[in-house]
C-alpha cells in the first residue's frame, strides 16, 4: 500500500510540474506573440506542440508566426491544421483568404472568404473582401456586385462609392465612375483619400 501511495505521488508530481510547465511555455509564447517578437513566439508554440498541446488554437498561432514573418506556405499548413480541429472559425476561413489572395490564387481565396458569409451572411465587411479580391483579379463586373451587395446592407459609404468608381474605370464606364467618385468626394469629408481628387482631376475634369 505504502508503495503504490509513493507511485502515486510521483505519478501526480509529475503531472502537475509537466502542467506548470505547459502552461509557463504557452505565456511566454504569448507574450513574445503580444511584443510581435513572433520568432520567439513560433518557438514556444512549437514547444507546445512537442507536449502535444495540438489545439487549433497552437496551430492558429504558429500561422500568424509564420504569416508574418513572411513564410506563407507554411502559415497557410497550420491553419489548415487549425481548421481541421475547429472548422467553424470564421477567423481561419479570413486567415486562409487572406494568405491565398497574397499568392494571387483569387479563386481560392474567393472560396475561402466566401465560406464565411454562410455562417455570417450579414457582414459587409466580408462582401468588401471578396469584392477587392474580384478587383486584383481583374473580374471588375464580379467586383460591382459583390459592392452593390454590400451596399443593400448598410448604404453607401467611402467604400462603396470608391470601389465602384475604380471597377467603373476599369469597364471604361467614364459618366459612371465621375458620378461615384463625386459621392466618394462628399463621404471623404476629412479629404483622406487623395487619389479621388487625383481621379476626378484625370477623368472627369473635361
Known sequence: MKTNFSILFIFLSVSVCFGQSRREIKRQGLAAFNNEDFMTAKVNYLKLLEKGEKTWETYTILGDCEFQTGNPDEALSYYRKAQEKNPVYLGLYLRV?????????????????RKMTVTNPKSPQVYNIIACTYYEKGDYKEAL????????????NLDSSFGRSMSYIKLNQIPEACVELEKADRFDTENQNKEIDVMKAQFCSK
Do not use: Y
Open 97 to 113: 483568404g487572406t494568405v491565398l489572395r497574397q499568392q494571387k490564387k483569387f479563386d481560392e481565396a474567393i472560396m475561402s472568404f
Open 145 to 156: 456586385d459583390e459592392i452593390n451587395t454590400m451596399v443593400q446592407m448598410v448604404g453607401e
